[in-house]
């Protein structure tokens, strides 16, 4: 018997930042930042933030918000898949909700950028672009000399998505 339970994608609240942190942690392809950093997007930038869920646990979380400096561009921070949902099209489900909010409305571009080893974040951006019917534009965004040695970062790599219709 196969059971299919729904995924529900929503806002976040301050209440989901905790899980949101242990979410990226337990998915291992991203930047861990602090626990209060995930909730002050859960609470700041709710509107630009989607949580994906299934039976009450966090699924999914994408973290965005519009560039202080260009309002037609949505930056796109992290776009985490738990482990146990990776191919299901979650990581592009949120970002289709984010832009129909009312808090997307006039963003015509998708920024983020993604490291050369997340090649599962890559691949999707540009399925979304082709979704989209527009391009997907890579620039050379946070070279490595950016991050301090110690921290070993791999460079980011800037994906433009746009312009969306
Ligand atoms: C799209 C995405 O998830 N980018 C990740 C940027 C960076 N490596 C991070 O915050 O983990």
């Known amino acids: 018997?196969?059971?299919e339970t729904?995924?529900?994608y929503r806002e976040p609240g301050t209440a989901d930042g905790m899980k949101v942190w242990q979410l990226i942690r337990q998915a291992g392809s991203l930047d861990v930042n602090s626990p209060y950093c995930y909730i002050m997007l859960c609470d700041y930038f709710?509107?630009?933030?989607?949580?994906?869920?299934?039976?009450?646990e966090t699924v999914g979380f994408l973290s965005a918000y519009r560039a202080p400096d260009r309002e037609d561009t949505l930056f796109i921070w992290q776009v985490a898949v738990a482990n146990t949902h990776r191919g299901r099209g979650l990581g592009k489900t949120m970002i289709k909700t984010v832009l129909e909010r009312e808090a997307c409305r006039g963003v015509r571009y998708l920024e983020t950028t993604v490291t050369p080893s997340n090649i599962a974040?890559?691949?999707?951006?540009?399925?979304?672009a082709a979704e989209l019917q527009t391009i997907c534009e890579s620039e050379q965004g946070y070279e490595e000399r950016f991050f301090p040695q110690e921290s070993r970062h791999e460079p980011e790599r800037l994906f433009r998505i746009g312009p969306l219709a």
């Open 46 to 56: 709710r509107r630009t933030c989607v949580v994906a869920e299934e039976n009450g």
């Open 121 to 128: 974040s890559r691949r999707m951006f540009f399925g979304l």
């Open 6 to 8: 729904a995924i529900c």
């Open 1 to 3: 018997m196969i059971t």
